[in-house]
């Protein structure tokens, strides 16, 4: 696995944390007056994508020395809560407090409306490793599966009155994870949306799930 991560606080700084050695380093890569809501790194490492509580997306190319964004605006005014990039490193799916997900064509830095569902906001998105299935969680305890292609929903869980935090899909797209904020943890088949484990873990909400490389 990679011995790199990136965190961002809101004080505007995006740090790049090294893994290697038993000091753990870290340095500043971003400075600015954004203050980030959400992070994504693309899978190929080039990409870093930062959602921030203006609306607009930063975007860094991880592979030049410029620390200047390049700005991809779509949602309406509100927070950036989640993003999640595609499989083959060309798209970016983008969710906002308007209640809208958007879809984000890298190449052109375009974007169209993937969903809007109107009544509640997605806190969280996942892509899975094919790219044909896209997961999200609500603030009304929906844990939904969409098909990529055809936009069709599944709502894989409802939760009681628990917004969803936090999904994620393992490295060979068979098992799906999320968390609420009660602080439970539930592992479900990502085909059958069958609630495989369900574990009490933390005492109080839960804001994000990994899987780990070897998914176990």
């Given amino acids: 696995g990679s011995s790199v991560f990136f965190s961002s606080g809101g004080d505007g700084k995006i ?11 870290f340095r500043t890569i971003i400075d600015n007056n954004f203050i980030n809501r959400s992070l994504a790194v693309s899978p190929n490492g080039r990409w870093l994508a ?5 609306s607009g997306i930063q975007l860094f190319n991880l592979n030049t020395a410029t620390t200047t964004p390049t700005m991809l605006q779509g949602h309406k005014g ?3 809560e989640a ?4 499989p ?18 890298l190449i052109s830095g375009t974007s169209t409306l993937f ?31 969409w098909n990529t292609d055809t ?13 969803i935090y936090a999904v994620a899909v393992n490295s060979s797209g068979s098992r799906i994870a999320f968390v609420d904020k009660s602080g439970t943890l539930r592992v479900a088949d990502a085909r059958t949306s069958s609630v495989i484990k369900v574990i009490a873990a933390h005492s109080a909400r839960i804001l994000d799930v990994k899987f780990s490389p070897d998914d176990r």
């Fill in 15 to 25: 740090l790049r944390w090294d893994l290697n050695g038993n000091a753990k380093s």
């Fill in 50 to 54: 930062c959602g921030t509580t203006s």
């Fill in 78 to 80: 509100s927070w950036v």
């Fill in 83 to 86: 993003l999640s990039f595609t």
């Fill in 88 to 105: 083959d490193n060309k798209g970016l799916y983008s969710a906002s407090t308007d209640k809208t997900v958007l879809y984000w064509d």
């Fill in 115 to 145: 969903m809007n569902l109107e009544t509640t906001k997605v806190r969280c998105l996942a892509v899975s490793p094919t790219g044909h299935f896209l997961f999200g969680g609500t603030d009304d305890g929906k844990v939904i599966r």
């Fill in 151 to 163: 936009k069709e929903a599944t709502v894989v869980f409802q939760s009681d009155n628990n917004q």
